[in-house]
């Protein structure tokens, strides 16, 4: 299984753009990147996910570039409620490859927004 | 549309005691999934059904702790006979079946105290 490797912490600005920026260099050809967001006393919440290039939802971009080793998350003009721990995760097929299991956290990145 | 619920939100028992969890899925999620972070730890990956069976339970600490899912609804963890070390927050994820995989729905978790 691909390790992932994020800063442990990160600081920002309300108002400002965020990156933040994983590598998975062991990243296999079936496997897929998925960011998840927590806060304090609350589950991981999914952000969003890709495979390649670049996946834009409501909440979030994610960037990969084409050999896959590293992807950004990108949360444009952040706020203070923005401030949690973000979890970068390399999703891989199960042993018999038939579908895709568990999630492997690591630290994550504690993002701290201030005014 | 309602959430991944879980049961007790916090629950304090004494060692050699047992307990048991509750999780109830995002109705029509097939994958159901058990994790756990004891303290100071990453988040841990338990088990994963998919409907009534075990796809998954590599993470399964020992054989004191039985998952169980019924007719592939909700889910128990239970934990007999309860040991310090298990103390921590266990959380329960579900996830409709779909290729390329879609991100996991968690719940609030239960803390579990065990004195």
């Known amino acids: 299984l691909a390790k992932t490797t994020q800063p442990i912490s990160m600081d920002s600005y309300e108002g400002q753009e965020v990156n933040i920026t994983c590598s998975h260099n062991?990243?296999?050809?079936?496997?897929?990147i998925t960011w998840y967001q927590q806060f304090p006393s609350q589950g991981p919440r999914f952000i969003i996910q890709g495979y390649k290039t670049k996946v834009t939802n409501e909440v979030a971009s994610l960037f990969i570039p084409a050999d896959r080793k590293s992807s950004t998350l990108s949360l444009p003009r952040v706020s203070l409620s923005d401030t949690a721990v973000y979890y970068c995760l390399v999703v891989a097929p199960d042993a018999g490859g038939t579908s895709y299991g568990k999630l492997t956290f690591g630290q994550g990145t504690i993002l701290t927004v201030h005014p | 549309e309602a959430g991944v619920t879980q049961f007790p939100s916090h629950s304090v028992i004494e060692k050699g005691q047992t307990v048991t969890l509750r999780c109830d899925p995002i109705s029509g999620h097939d994958n159901l999934y058990w994790y756990r972070r004891v303290m100071g730890k990453e988040i841990k990956f338990l088990l994963h059904f998919v409907k009534e069976s075990k796809q998954d339970e590599s993470g399964m600490p020992n054989n004191r702790f039985l998952a169980e899912r019924t007719g592939g609804t909700y889910s128990t963890l239970k934990v007999q006979p309860a040991e310090l070390e298990d103390s921590g927050v266990y959380f329960c994820?579900?996830?409709?079946?779909?290729?390329?995989?879609?991100?996991?729905?968690f719940g609030p978790g239960t803390r579990l105290t065990v004195t």
């Open positions: 994820a579900s996830s409709q079946t779909l290729d390329p995989p879609v991100g996991q729905y």
């Open positions: 062991n990243i296999a050809t079936n496997d897929y």
